[in-house]
C-alpha cells in the first residue's frame, strides 16, 4: 500500500516533531508498505494545495492525527474538506487518528467525511486496517477502529489492547521526517547551538486528573537500555545535544527516575534533557541524580494551590507537597516549569491571586508563565461532569459553541459569573508579563553594563530574535 502521512500547519514557526506519525510511519514501512510525508507544518502551504497533490499523485491511504484541540479540530475540517475535494478521492482510504478523534469516533467520522478513525494504540491496529484494505481481513476483526458500514451502519470494534512491552514498538521513522527544521525547537535553558529533539520515555500515567483525556490506561515505562539506545542513536545520527521527554510522566516513581538517571551517568552520552514531573517524587535525593545526569528543566502540572480543589481534581497532591518539591528543584539548581490552571468546580476566585503570589516567589523565568481556565475535553471526567450538569450537550457543542479558545472559558464550573473569571485572570496574568518582561530587561541592562564596562569580547549581539 501507498501511504501518505500528513502533518497539518500548526501555524507555529518551528513545530513540534510529530512523533505519532512518525511511529505509525515506522510500523507500515516494516510491514511492507511505502510510506510519504507530506509536510504542511513546514512549507506553510494552503489546504489547496494537499488537494492539488493528491489530484497530481496516487496513494492508497491518507492518514491525519490530531489532539484536541480548538485549533487542532478546525484545521481537521479544512483539511478533510481538501482531501475530500480530490478527484481522486474514490482510490483512497481517509484515516484519522489521535486523541481529537478518538474521544468521539462517530461524531468525526460523520464532520471530516473519513473512513476509519483508529481509537488508541496505533501501531498494530494501522498495519492490520492495512491487511483489511489489501482484502486479508474484514474491518469488524481489525480492534480499535470505528467506521460506517456499506449499509451506513455505525461500527466500532473491540477496544486494542496495549502492547505490554514497549520497548518492542520500532522507533519513529526519524529518516522520513526533516530533522534539520525539527530540531531547531527550543526549549528551556538549550544553547542557541544545540539541535533538539523530543523522546518518549514511556507511555501512559498512573494518575487520574478530572481533566485530562487519555487513551492508554496505567503506565508502561520503557527500560532504560532503550531509552539510552534511542538517545545515543539521535545524538550520533543527527547531532542532537538536547533531549526533550515528552510523554506525560518521565518521573512514575523514585526507583525508576533513580535507575533511568544512572544509565545516562553510566551511558556518558553528555546529553541535556527535560521531562514532564511529579512533585510527589521530587525528592532532594531524586533531583540531584536527574541534575547529574543531564536534567535541565522539569514541567511540572501544578493546576492548582488550593486543596479543595486539588483533591476535586484527583491530582494526589497538596499546597504542602507542592511547596516542598518547587522549592527542592530549584534548590538543586533545575528549572521548574510551573503550570497552573484555574476554574476546576467550585474553585474559588482567590486561588488566581494565590496562584500568582506563587509564581512571583518561585518562577525562576526559564518561560512566560501565565495562568489558562481549565478546559473539559471530550473523554474526560471534567466534561462528563459538564454533561451531567447541562453545562455541554454533547461533543458538537464542545467544538462548535464552547471551546474557541484555550484561553477563553469554554465551561464555567464555578460560583462566578464569566466577566468575574475573565478579570480576575486579566490582572493576574497582567502582572506575570509585565514580571517577565520586567526580568528579560534586567538581563539586558546586566549583559549591556557587562559589554561595555567589562570589555566582554564574547557578546553575539542584542539583534537575536
Known amino acids: 500500500m501507498k501511504i501518505l502521512m500528513v502533518v497539518y500547519d500548526n501555524d507555529s514557526y518551528i513545530s513540534w516533531f510529530p512523533q505519532g506519525l512518525a511511529y505509525l510511519a515506522s510500523a507500515a514501512r516494516n510491514a511492507g508498505h511505502e510510506v510519504a510525508v507530506y509536510q504542511q507544518d513546514i512549507y506553510h502551504w494552503p489546504d489547496s494545495h494537499l488537494t492539488e497533490y493528491l489530484n497530481n499523485n496516487s496513494y492508497d491511504v491518507v492518514e491525519v492525527s490530531t489532539i484536541g484541540g480548538y485549533y487542532q479540530y478546525h484545521k481537521l475540517l479544512k483539511l478533510s ?23 468521539d469516533p462517530k461524531f468525526f467520522l460523520e464532520k471530516t467525511g473519513a473512513d476509519i478513525v483508529g481509537i488508541g494504540e496505533g501501531e498494530i491496529t494501522f498495519v492490520e486496517l492495512m491487511d483489511a484494505f489489501e482484502g486479508k481481513r474484514s474491518l469488524e476483526s481489525v480492534d480499535g477502529i470505528a467506521f460506517f458500514d456499506n449499509d451506513g451502519n455505525y461500527v466500532r470494534t473491540k477496544a486494542r489492547e496495549l502492547i505490554e512491552n514497549i520497548d518492542e514498538i520500532a522507533w ?111 525528592e532532594i535525593e531524586v533531583l540531584e541524580k536527574m541534575k547529574e545526569a543531564g536534567c535541565v528543566f522539569i514541567n511540572y502540572g501544578i493546576e492548582s494551590l488550593d486543596d479543595d480543589t486539588l483533591r476535586v481534581m484527583h491530582k494526589a497532591l497538596t499546597r504542602d507537597m507542592i511547596v516542598r518539591g518547587v522549592e527542592n528543584t530549584l534548590k538543586v539548581g533545575i528549572s521548574p516549569g510551573l503550570n497552573i490552571i484555574y476554574g476546576n468546580i467550585n474553585e474559588p476566585l482567590s486561588a488566581i491571586d494565590d496562584a500568582v503570589e506563587f509564581l512571583l516567589k518561585y518562577d525562576d523565568h526559564a518561560q512566560l508563565r501565565t495562568i489558562r481556565p481549565v478546559t473539559p475535553y471530550p473523554g474526560s471526567e471534567l466534561f462528563d461532569y459538564a454533561l451531567e450538569h447541562g453545562l455541554v450537550k454533547d461533543t458538537a457543542d464542545f467544538y462548535e459553541n464552547k471551546h474557541v479558545n484555550s484561553d477563553l472559558l469554554s465551561v464555567n464550573f464555578t460560583k462566578y459569573t464569566d466577566d468575574e473569571v475573565y478579570e480576575a485572570l486579566y490582572k493576574a496574568n497582567m502582572k506575570l508579563i509585565k514580571r517577565y518582561q520586567e526580568i528579560q530587561q534586567n538581563s539586558a541592562e546586566a549583559i549591556c553594563h557587562d559589554l561595555y564596562h567589562n570589555k566582554n569580547a564574547d557578546f553575539r549581539g542584542f539583534r537575536q530574535s
Open 172 to 282: 519513529p521513522a526519524y529518516d522520513l521526517f526533516d530533522i534539520t527544521y525539527y530540531s531547531l525547537i527550543r526549549m528551556p535553558n538549550i544553547r542557541p547551538s544545540e539541535r533538539c529533539l523530543p523522546m518518549l520515555s514511556g507511555r501512559g500515567c498512573i494518575f487520574a486528573c478530572n481533566f485530562c483525556y487519555r487513551l492508554d490506561k496505567g503506565f508502561r515505562p520503557r527500560s532504560a537500555e532503550s531509552i539510552i539506545e534511542e538517545a545515543r542513536y539521535l545524538k550520533e545520527t543527527y547531532n542532537i545535544k538536547y533531549i526533550t521527554f515528552s510523554d506525560e510522566l518521565l518521573m512514575s516513581s523514585k526507583k525508576r527516575t533513580m535507575e533511568l538517571c544512572q544509565a545516562f551517568i553510566d551511558a556518558k552520552l553528555d546529553l541535556k534533557w527535560d521531562c514532564n514531573g511529579r512533585l510527589n517524587f521530587a
Open 81 to 103: 474538506a481538501a482531501i475530500n475535494a480530490s478527484v481522486n478521492r474514490s482510490h483512497f482510504k481517509y484515516t484519522i487518528g489521535g486523541h481529537g478523534p478518538a474521544s
